[in-house]
């Protein structure tokens, strides 16, 4: 194998010291193809504006099924609703102002449904944060799925729109539903990957919820062990979810772990949105067998990997 060169030599990447599992989650993209897509002027989204790229057309709004050995379910983020014309009348102005134009065929749960996944046993949504095109329509899962939030949240957005006329989200869609709010602090030592607070939410190393402050207040994102390889954590595969971590693949790589190969060194400015996507370079966390599985081939395309 031809030895690769770099436009600067990779430093070693820092141990993220996670812990050692023997129990793999399966992570399935829910991609709704064509739709729902957002198109945007790029500016707000990104700077500095990118000549003949100052338009974000397309973008796609990915959510994930995490199905646990034992049979329990999740479902991180619900990306855009159907009936997105009836969000609170703040969402609504700020569309129309910002002239974003939105395509949304169906909701989550109805491709759940489709695909043989009841919303009945769903056990819980997480939210990444409290954006229309991350919350989607809970009311369309039964009352026994919760929400699962992250720190912080209850007090910055509740109540919702129409007690509190300036919130994005709607107080009716969690009637009679529990919205769970995550907390890190614990009289125990505290759990972390690399520098992220985390809960290990099975409790066997599977799923971990990240707290990741920064785009939003109690913005989480999630870290799923989807394959062992028997000799620690090191041989594991990981899917990252990340929410809104990012808005560009340029904000995780190149690095000075991973540096551009002087070969391919070409601007690659039209993959934006890429934290709807994973909100990671899948380099990082999943090996090249991996992508070439069935449920990843639309994700490798998307990143020219």
């Known amino acids: 194998m031809a030895e690769k060169t770099y436009l600067a030599p990779p430093k070693q ?53 995490i199905e646990h ?6 479902v991180f983020d619900l990306g855009l609703r159907k009936d997105y014309k009836n969000l609170p009348p703040i969402v609504q102005k700020f569309l129309a102002d910002f002239g974003w134009e939105i395509t949304v065929q169906k909701n989550i749960s109805e491709i759940l449904e489709e695909n043989g996944v009841p919303s009945s046993t769903i056990e819980a949504v997480i939210w990444s944060h409290h954006h229309f095109d991350h919350v989607g329509d809970i009311s369309t899962f039964p009352s026994s799925t919760e929400i699962i939030v992250g720190p912080g949240f209850k007090s910055a957005y509740l109540p919702g729109w129409p007690t509190n006329e300036n919130s994005s989200l709607a107080e009716k869609d969690w009637e009679d539903r529990t919205i ?19 809960v290990d939410f099975f409790g066997d190393g599977s799923y971990y919820i990240l707290d990741s402050l920064g785009h939003a207040v109690g913005h989480i994102a999630a870290l799923a062990r989807v394959t062992v390889g028997g000799q620690g954590a090191s041989s594991d595969t990981f899917v990252l979810m990340g929410g809104d971590t990012c808005h560009f693949a340029g904000q ?19 993959i934006f949105m890429l934290e709807h996507v994973l909100g990671v370079c899948f380099r990082i ?6 992508l070439r599985s069935p449920s990843m081939r639309c994700l490798r395309r998307l990143l020219l990997i």
């Open 13 to 65: 990447a820092p141990d993220l010291k996670i812990p050692n599992g023997s129990t793999a989650v399966i992570v399935r993209i829910i991609d709704r193809q064509v739709s729902p897509n957002i198109n945007a002027a790029s500016t707000h989204l990104l700077l500095p504006e990118i000549e003949q790229h100052n338009t974000v057309a397309g973008a796609p709004s990915f959510s994930f099924l």
């Open 69 to 74: 050995p034992s049979g329990r379910r999740l």
């Open 180 to 198: 769970q709010e995550l907390s890190y602090n614990s009289d125990n030592e505290e759990l972390a990957i690399g520098s992220f607070r985390a």
């Open 252 to 270: 995780f790589r190149p690095t000075q772990y991973r540096p551009c190969l002087l070969k391919s060194f070409r601007a690659r400015c039209h």
């Open 285 to 290: 966390f999943i090996p090249t067998k991996l």
